[in-house]
């Protein structure tokens, strides 16, 4: 498996303001990905974090609004921004070690906005 | 893309008992299945997975069958415990550095 960290575990936060989420892993991986989960709900993905590169964004999530980065291999942030209630969740990085196909994830993030 | 269906979303047995979640995929390219258990207030851990080159795999109690023909596979945990009681979340994709799909989930209730 992989060691997995994110910062912080859990914030509250007001509309309009923005949070970033850091995710450090102890290794170099191949895949990072970002996942919201909201209560009693399945894992949503909303980007996977490319190394160098622009995040490649799912549907119905925009780089404005969560924008990714990844500086090495083992880093990655996500911001949101702007935020509304609605985006009240559980947010998870989790990563892919190179040559496995197993993923795994970091502890979460719990926000929520008021 | 790929959509996975998982069923039953909620599932009570009585501990020793047998409990059996089932999946669905769509996309014929999906070529690994991991399942992932997650308890109450934890990260998603992955307790088990199968590729499609093989039809069944066991780990102590839980098992996974995969059947590539009709496009399904499922979890099997025998003798329940207690600390089986999670929510279990099928997924799949088509391995490598391919995103993986999730089913909804199902939460297990295992009953002393």
């Known amino acids: 498996s992989a060691v997995i960290s994110q910062k912080p575990s859990r914030d509250i936060c007001q509309r309009g303001t923005s949070l970033t989420i850091q995710c450090q892993v102890d290794?170099?991986?191949?895949?990072m990905f970002w996942y919201r989960q909201q209560p009693g709900q399945s894992l949503t993905l909303i980007a996977t974090?490319?190394?160098?590169?622009?995040?490649?964004?799912e549907s119905g999530f925009v780089i404005d609004k969560f924008p990714i980065s990844r500086p090495n291999l083992t880093f990655s942030t996500l911001t949101v921004s702007n935020m509304s209630p609605e985006d009240s969740s559980i947010y998870l990085c989790?990563?892919?070690?190179?040559?496995?196909?197993?993923?795994?994830f970091g502890p979460g993030t719990r926000l929520t906005v008021t | 893309g790929e959509n996975v269906e998982q069923h039953p979303s909620t599932l009570s047995v009585q501990e020793g008992d047998s409990a059996v979640i089932k999946c669905t995929y769509s996309?014929?390219?999906?070529?690994?299945f991991p399942w992932y258990k997650q308890e109450l207030g934890k990260r998603p851990q992955l307790i088990i997975d199968?590729?499609?080159?093989?039809g069944e795999k066991k780990d102590q109690r839980i098992a996974v069958t995969l059947n590539k023909t009709a496009k399904h596979f499922s979890l099997h945990i025998t003798e329940t415990q207690p600390e089986d009681s999670a929510v279990y979340f099928c997924?799949?994709?088509?391995?490598?550095?391919?995103?993986?799909?999730f089913g909804i989930g199902t939460k297990l209730q295992v009953i002393p």
């Open positions: 974090a490319n190394q160098g590169s622009e995040a490649t964004y």
């Open positions: 199968i590729r499609s080159n093989v």
């Open positions: 290794s170099q991986v191949t895949m």
């Open positions: 989790s990563v892919v070690r190179t040559s496995s196909y197993e993923q795994y």
């Open positions: 996309d014929s390219a999906s070529n690994y």
């Open positions: 997924a799949a994709s088509s391995g490598g550095y391919q995103k993986v799909t």
